[in-house]
Nanobody, 125 residues
């Protein structure tokens, strides 16, 4: 069983960049495809990006394609989400999640067995 801890959230201005990190422990990190999701107030949890076990293949939601980049460092047991050109509508709690069976392409929360506690991102206009 893997434990996930996100970090790097905070308050930024529109147009700024931010990098989120998700550190994994308690399992073999390279066996999991990983995903990033977010959830705004009164909204459903939304898939943003996924990455396969090797880090070679990535997947993105249309809403963030070209602005967000997912990557991973299996030696450091960490997955990242680099966010650029942030907008006020990007404000949400951001979660990383681990997928034991899939490739990271799944956009369904039910495909991910393990979740972090989330990190808040606030974007001021």
């Amino acid at each position: 069983q893997v434990q996930l801890v996100e970090s790097g959230g905070g308050l930024v201005q529109a147009g700024d960049s931010l990098r989120l990190s998700c550190a994994a422990s308690g399992g073999t990190f390279s066996r999991y495809a990983m995903g990033w999701f977010r959830q705004g107030p009164a909204k459903e949890r939304e898939f943003l990006a996924g990455i396969d076990r090797s880090g070679f293949t990535t997947y993105y939601a249309d809403s963030v394609k070209g602005r967000f980049t997912i990557s991973r460092d299996n030696a450091k047991n960490t997955v990242y989400l680099q966010m650029t050109s942030l907008k006020p509508e990007d404000a949400a709690v951001y979660y990383c999640a681990a997928n034991w069976l899939g490739s990271g392409s799944s956009r369904q929360t039910t495909s991910y067995a393990y979740w972090g506690q989330g990190t808040q991102v606030t974007v001021s206009s």
